[in-house]
């Protein structure tokens, strides 16, 4: 009995390297195994970069809500008191502050007063978002408080007001500089309630990442904002932050428990979570349409194998009749295939982590040629394009490409090994 040869002998990768690398004048088909590998690089390219961009969008987006917004925001009911008056909010905040803090997997609790005013400077008006805020808890807030992106000094802060930078940049704002706030519900008079108009100045300038909060907020000492609100001896609400955001909704039940029978709850993923659903949706939707775009390109290596098959028809008969095998012949087509799939996803690979790592570079660039305004913080809510490049995201571009590139390959390998050898030097 004849001794089988070893899979993938060395003879084998020696024909498939020089079917591979043959001229047009020798039958080859360089050309075509050059536009398959193209067309393969780019392909893996656009998944993996668009994979990237899409992650650090992202993480980008989760970042700025987690960093300068609460992770749960408790409020209290509207409740009559004993003498039949409406009361919203907590007379006693620093007790329920205290007592969610005191909640395992809470890293701060801060009581809070808010109200929205009309800000002018200048000869400018611009709305904002008022939080009254103790400077202690202002301190500990991420990408505002101390070591974020900021101009002034937040010891000064009882002493003023903080503001975004964007809201400064509008009203032509400096540290400083004087800012006046306008609120509806001022002072209540035999006539009616008048505005409140109060000027502050301006000791701490931010840059909390997102254009919404840089535009439109500012932190206003606690017990100021009490007096300016008409809030004297309460709290709207008090805000929260966990160790994991991304399991907040776990500790749910213990907050209410701390915060009282009165209390409501509002997290992040309740505000922002249609905008992450819709992400979600889009993310499946953009891998799905790019497998698509890795699945054409693969098919580019069938015509290119099929030409090769019916081009050395001659040589399959040939070697069939010095004894190769079937297997040995699906094998030599296999290789060729596999070859260009596995070199253009490598080549791919590269270029795409090449992009997600120099992006802001190739952004700049691309900015530049286009006269500026490629990317609009205001529609965006981020001042940049990200990119997070990640180990499932590359390893899931590679197995795809790959094997959609072994697969397509395995039928026109199979009509090599099955050609009849009489039948392909019939005519020779």
Not at 401 to 409: E, P
């Amino acid at each position: 009995m004849a001794n089988r040869t070893a899979p993938f002998a060395p003879f084998e990768w020696m024909i498939a390297w020089r079917y591979l690398r043959a001229k047009r004048a020798e039958g080859g088909i360089s050309v075509m195994t050059l536009i398959s590998l193209v067309g393969i690089t780019l392909a893996v390219f656009a998944l993996i970069a668009t994979l990237a961009v899409r992650a650090g969008f992202r993480a980008e987006f989760v970042d700025t809500i987690l960093g300068a917004n609460a992770h749960v925001t408790v409020y209290a009911q509207e409740r009559l008191d004993e003498n039949g008056m409406r009361l919203r909010g907590f007379p006693d905040f620093d007790a329920v502050a205290e007592r969610i803090r005191a909640v395992e997997g809470v890293t701060r609790a801060a009581p809070l007063v808010r109200g929205q005013i009309m800000a002018t400077a200048n000869g400018q008006n611009a709305g904002g978002d008022v939080y009254g805020i103790r400077a202690e808890d202002l301190r500990t807030i991420p990408r505002v408080g101390d070591g974020a992106e900021a101009e002034g000094d937040l010891a000064l802060f009882d002493e003023g007001v903080a503001i975004g930078s964007v809201l400064a940049r509008d009203l032509g704002l400096s540290v400083g500089d004087r800012i006046r706030l306008i609120s509806p519900d001022g002072v209540k008079t035999a006539f009616g309630t008048s505005p409140r108009v109060n000027a502050y100045e301006v000791v701490y300038i931010f840059t909390a990442g997102r254009y919404d909060i840089d535009k439109t907020r500012i932190y206003m000492p606690f017990a100021e904002a009490q007096s300016y609100f008409n809030r004297e001896g309460f709290a709207d609400e008090i805000e929260v932050m966990v160790e994991d955001p991304e399991t907040v909704d776990r500790h749910a039940v213990d907050l209410s428990m701390a915060a009282g029978e009165h209390a409501l709850l509002w997290t992040w993923r309740d505000s922002a979570g249609s905008f992450l659903r819709a992400l979600d949706i889009e993310d499946n939707v953009m891998f799905i349409i790019l497998s698509i775009l890795v699945l054409i390109a693969s098919m580019n290596i069938i015509s290119g194998l099929i030409m090769l098959v019916k081009n050395k028809g001659r040589d399959i008969g040939i070697l069939r009749t010095m004894g190769l095998t079937e297997g040995s012949v699906l094998r030599v087509f296999f290789i060729c295939g596999a070859s260009t799939g596995l070199v253009g996803t490598a080549l791919g690979v590269v270029l795409g982590c090449l992009f997600a790592i120099y992006i802001d570079p190739i952004f700049s660039f691309v900015n530049y040629v286009s006269g500026g305004g490629v990317w609009d913080p205001s529609i965006r809510g981020i001042y940049n394009l990200p990119a997070k490049l990640q180990l499932s995201d590359v390893v899931s571009a590679v197995a795809l490409s790959l094997g959609l590139s072994f697969i397509v390959t395995i039928f026109p390998a199979r009509r090599a090994a099955r050609m009849n050898p009489v039948e392909a030097l019939r005519y020779e």
